[in-house]
């Protein structure tokens, strides 16, 4: 049986269907993901996971597959999916128009994970769970490492959802007193500066590659992140810790999966602001001024 899937973007999503594709490679299907060119590690180490560059994707219009699935639902990939030869089409649900309307209108709206929402289209072609927690396969060490650190990862690519200043100079100064904390973030939240700094602080951001990442994720002891993609990381490989929501809420689907990594969300009027971190704050991010003494 032959099957291509679509998800061109973003990380934190690619990560979401990681489990779902390992269960289909363990059915000994064949399967063809298009994704980014930039986001192809995440899959290094599935076996026989044929992979082609969204930005090299002509190649798959002249090929038959079974089914097709369409989990990225947006323009450039409904065109392709009209191109793609296949005997069935199946799209996920994102709820875009719902989100949306909850967002400005804040019509209710039931809390669904975006796993869920990606697995609902393969629970309908074989009748199984597809429900399944990330799969990483791929980390690559990373040098240098203390024996046991909390791994903090107050930034985002949405700087909307970076930490306001007061709260991560309020969690390093707990978390450094007696314990080791490494800073995770790409290469242009190396320009923020940190709120403090002292010998139990390490910042490593912009210095790992994904798979790099990985490893320093897989070998912390706790996790502290806003709602990035290291919280799909962390939950890949179990790891206990908080997810702090701001101007986005897990209402919307992005939450990891699992109960280990713990979500907090301060539910105040102007809050959500964003489906995903887009924007400006207007309010000096009210929203993550919530009380962070928390024991660990």
Same mark, same amino acid.
């Given at each position: 049986?032959? %099957?291509?899937?679509?998800?061109?973007?973003?990380? &934190?999503?690619?990560?979401?269907?990681?489990?779902?594709?390992?269960?289909?490679?363990?059915?000994?299907?064949?399967?063809?993901?298009?994704?980014k060119k930039r986001?192809?590690?995440?899959?290094?180490?599935?076996?026989?996971?044929? %992979?082609?560059?969204?930005?090299?994707?002509?190649?798959?219009?002249?090929?038959?597959?079974?089914?097709?699935?369409?989990?990225?639902?947006?323009?450039?990939?409904?065109?392709?999916?009209?191109?793609?030869?296949?005997?069935?089409?199946?799209?996920?649900?994102?709820?875009?128009?719902?989100?949306?309307?909850?967002?400005?209108?804040?019509?209710?709206?039931?809390?669904?994970?975006?796993?869920?929402?990606?697995?609902?289209?393969?629970?309908?072609?074989?009748?199984?769970?597809?429900?399944?927690?990330?799969?990483?396969?791929?980390?690559?060490?990373?040098?240098?490492?203390?024996?046991?650190?909390?791994?903090?990862?107050?930034?985002?690519?949405?700087?909307?959802?970076?930490?306001?200043?007061?709260?991560?100079?309020?969690?390093?100064?707990?978390?450094?007193?007696?314990?080791? =904390?490494? %800073?995770?973030?790409?290469?242009?939240?190396?320009?923020?500066?940190?709120?403090?700094?002292?010998?139990?602080?390490?910042?490593?951001?912009?210095?790992?590659?994904?798979?790099?990442?990985?490893?320093?994720?897989?070998?912390?002891?706790?996790?502290?992140?806003?709602?990035?993609?290291?919280?799909?990381?962390?939950?890949?490989?179990?790891?206990?810790?908080?997810?702090?929501? &701001?101007?986005?809420?897990?209402?919307?689907?992005?939450?990891?999966?699992?109960?280990?990594?713990?979500?907090?969300?301060?539910?105040?009027? =102007?809050s959500p602001c964003?489906?995903?971190?887009?924007?400006? =704050?207007?309010?000096?991010?009210? =929203?993550?001024?919530?009380?962070?003494?928390?024991?660990?």
């Amino acid at each position: 049986m032959n %099957i291509i899937i679509l998800r061109f973007s973003s990380g &934190g999503d690619l990560i979401l269907i990681t489990g779902i594709i390992d269960k289909l490679l363990k059915k000994n299907l064949n399967v063809t993901l298009v994704v980014k060119k930039r986001f192809k590690e995440i899959f290094e180490g599935f076996k026989n996971l044929r %992979i082609i560059e969204f930005e090299e994707h002509e190649e798959i219009l002249g090929k038959e597959y079974d089914y097709a699935f369409d989990l990225q639902k947006n323009l450039r990939s409904f065109f392709m999916m009209r191109k793609i030869k296949a005997k069935r089409k199946f799209f996920a649900n994102k709820r875009s128009i719902k989100r949306r309307i909850h967002l400005y209108f804040r019509f209710p709206l039931r809390e669904k994970s975006f796993i869920k929402i990606f697995a609902e289209p393969f629970e309908r072609v074989f009748q199984e769970n597809f429900y399944l927690r990330p799969v990483l396969k791929s980390e690559k060490e990373f040098k240098g490492l203390p024996e046991k650190y909390i791994l903090i990862a107050p930034f985002s690519s949405k700087p909307k959802k970076d930490l306001s200043h007061k709260v991560l100079k309020k969690i390093l100064e707990n978390e450094s007193k007696d314990k080791i =904390c490494i %800073i995770v973030g790409d290469k242009k939240s190396k320009e923020k500066k940190l709120p403090l700094i002292n010998k139990n602080i390490i910042d490593i951001r912009g210095e790992t590659s994904l798979r790099e990442l990985f490893y320093v994720v897989k070998k912390s002891s706790y996790i502290i992140t806003v709602d990035s993609m290291i919280s799909h990381i962390a939950s890949a490989y179990e790891k206990e810790g908080f997810v702090i929501f &701001g101007p986005t809420t897990p209402l919307y689907g992005f939450y990891p999966y699992g109960d280990k990594l713990k979500v907090i969300h301060k539910k105040i009027p =102007c809050s959500p602001c964003s489906l995903h971190g887009e924007g400006i =704050c207007l309010f000096n991010k009210k =929203c993550y001024e919530i009380n962070f003494n928390f024991k660990i």
